[in-house]
């Protein structure tokens, strides 16, 4: 009987935190909209509540919030683009660590960039063949080739820095602020 209250106890833990997470990024991808560099910073940072989530209950739970705030964000916020970015990329945390264990590191980091700069074309495809806003057209043909590659040159990079942030948090999340949240405890 302790058991399965204990399961419950666990289960209602769960559902409670993935479901904050979940809530907050949401907030967050809705008052990204506000700020137009947020485009890409916030899906980033709401990326980054996908790790506790990871790290206390499993991917499983992890996939189940990306997408529950993917689907919000979609259906709620001003800024499609940071929503289908969001979609595209949002989901990193939860890819990276398999993706750590790739040997050689050469060929880790080339899957990585894959990776980052597929991501990117292939929202911009969908985004363009879905939504063919004018402005987000017009802006392209204004790069032109040579800034639209140093665009997502920037972004790949950008991606290399988050990924490092996203090791240094671990620690920072399992030292400091995790000891805090008793209630996350297996054992009572």
């Given at each position: 009987?302790?058991?399965?209250?204990?399961?419950?106890?666990?289960?209602?833990?769960?559902?409670?935190?993935?479901?904050m997470a979940a809530g907050l990024s949401?907030?967050?991808?809705?008052?990204?909209g506000?700020?137009?560099i947020a485009t890409y910073a916030v899906p980033m940072l709401c990326g980054t509540l996908l790790l506790p989530i990871l790290i206390e209950f499993g991917k499983t739970a992890a996939w189940t919030t990306?997408?529950?705030?993917?689907?919000?964000?979609?259906?709620?916020?001003?800024?499609?683009?940071?929503?289908f970015?969001?979609?595209?990329?949002?989901?990193?945390?939860?890819v990276k660590w398999p993706m750590d264990r790739i040997k050689p590191k050469g060929k880790r980091?080339?899957?990585?960039?894959?990776?980052?700069?597929?991501?990117?074309?292939?929202?911009?495809?969908?985004?363009?063949?879905?939504?063919?806003?004018?402005a987000m057209i017009q802006e392209w043909r204004e790069m032109g080739l040579v800034l639209s590659i140093a665009f997502i040159i920037a972004?790949?990079?950008?991606?290399?820095?988050?990924?490092?942030?996203?090791?240094?948090l671990l620690p920072v999340y399992a030292n400091?602020?995790?000891?805090?949240?008793?209630?996350?405890?297996k054992n009572g």
């Open positions: 009987m302790a058991s399965e209250r204990m399961n419950a106890r666990q289960k209602s833990a769960m559902v409670a935190f993935c479901g949401v907030v967050v991808m809705l008052l990204g506000v700020i137009p990306f997408f529950s705030v993917a689907a919000l964000a979609l259906l709620l916020g001003f800024d499609k683009e940071a929503a970015f969001y979609l595209f990329i949002g989901y990193y945390p939860i980091l080339a899957c990585k960039a894959l990776l980052f700069a597929g991501s990117i074309g292939v929202m911009y495809g969908l985004l363009y063949l879905l939504f063919p806003l004018e972004y790949v990079g950008c991606m290399f820095l988050y990924d490092g942030l996203l090791i240094r400091r602020i995790r000891p805090k949240m008793k209630f996350l405890k």
